[in-house]
């Protein structure tokens, strides 16, 4: 079946960029998101990029999606300690909106 | 402007037990998921509506059943509970069409001992 896969653990220091990659598994995925999780709460939407874009910017967030690879990164620039979380890469697959998520990248922000 | 709420928020259950989650949203969304999320594991599509009297089964729906008889409410169901369906359950909804994401609720955690 459909798969994503993702790291499960990034470090970074305060005021860092921050790359969390993703490999996912259905070309006919038609959009890619990320979401993000904080502790004790549901998960909120953070982005998400059509398939026929490379590159998508929102404030410190870029997206890029290599669609040859299958393979889409979130890079968030200068880096908070409210940026501590745990993002999901999630591909829509099967029609309906359904979302195939990845196990989730945690990111933990030191000073 | 509440989203969608689920409740409870946490919950213990005895092996056999049967409850329902309960999941409401007031966005007038068409579709409507359950997911549940095992640590490591991401998350894994239990049941999904795109309307009132319509479900389907999503990856993993041994064990649970569903209902939408409206619009705002997607209730689910575990009959006879088991250790294996221990776990944090979340309710989505978004509009219909591709390319909406998800608003979640807060989720329910449950244990089944």
């Known amino acids: 079946g459909e798969d994503v896969e993702q790291s499960l653990f990034l470090s970074v220091r305060e005021g860092d960029s921050s790359v969390i990659n993703c490999t996912y598994t259905?070309?006919?995925?038609?959009?890619l998101y990320w979401y993000k999780q904080e502790p004790g709460a549901g998960l909120q939407l953070l982005t998400y990029i059509f398939s026929n874009m490379d590159m998508k910017q929102d404030q410190r967030l870029t997206v890029l999606l290599n669609k040859k690879d299958k393979h889409l990164s979130l890079r968030i620039a200068d880096t908070q300690t409210g940026d501590s979380a745990i993002y999901f890469c999630a591909e829509n697959s099967g029609g309906y909106n359904k979302l195939i998520f990845g196990a989730g990248t945690r990111l933990a922000v030191h000073p | 402007n509440a989203g969608v709420t689920q409740t409870p928020k946490f919950r213990i259950l005895k092996i056999g037990q049967s409850m329902t989650l309960q999941c409401t949203q007031d966005m007038n969304h068409n579709y409507m998921y359950w997911y549940r999320q095992d640590p490591g594991m991401g998350l894994k599509l239990i049941y999904y509506s795109v309307g009132a009297g319509i479900t389907d089964k999503g990856e993993v729906p041994n064990g649970y059943n569903v209902s939408r008889s409206t619009t705002e409410d997607f209730p689910l169901r575990l009959e006879l509970a088991a250790p294996s369906q221990t776990s944090v359950y979340f309710c989505?909804?978004?509009?219909?069409?591709?390319?909406?994401?998800?608003?979640f609720g807060s989720g329910t955690r449950l244990t089944v001992v």
């Open positions: 259905d070309s006919s995925s038609t959009y």
């Open positions: 989505a909804s978004s509009p219909a069409g591709q390319g909406h994401g998800y608003t």
